[in-house]
């Protein structure tokens, strides 16, 4: 597994937890990172992405509640979630590649596995 995503769980409604996604020196020094979601029954969709120089892309969905930061000395990739709602819930991939192609909404070809988030009302 060349991203190590960690950090799902359950919360309740308003709660917060954050994503955690661990990788190579040289795959997170030349990508960008990012965070989709894919919910029962719905398409997978960008949640978060971030440069590797540090600009940002937010769903509308999270814009304000959601923070994506990324960690150099560290090789790591954070998706801090606050405000949780019951519309979050989904299983959440961490995903790296060209800026672009994760902002079209495609990922690039590093790959997570799946963390859970399940926000209860």
């Known amino acids: 597994v060349q991203l190590q995503a960690s950090g799902g769980g359950l919360v309740q409604a308003g709660g917060s937890l954050r994503l955690s996604c661990a990788t190579s020196e040289s795959i997170f020094s030349l990508n960008a990172m990012g965070w989709f979601r894919q919910a029962p029954g719905r398409q997978r969709e960008l949640v978060a992405a971030?440069?590797?120089?540090?600009?940002?892309t937010y769903a509308d969905s999270v814009k304000g509640r959601f923070s994506i930061s990324r960690d150099k000395a560290k090789n790591t990739a954070y998706l801090q979630m606050n405000v949780l709602k019951p519309e979050d819930t989904a299983v959440y991939y961490c995903?790296?590649?060209?800026?672009?192609?994760?902002?079209?909404?495609?990922?690039?070809?590093?790959w997570g596995q799946g963390t859970e988030v399940t926000v209860s009302s």
């Open positions: 971030i440069a590797v120089g540090g600009a940002t």
């Open positions: 995903n790296a590649g060209p800026t672009w192609v994760l902002v079209a909404g495609t990922g690039g070809n590093y």
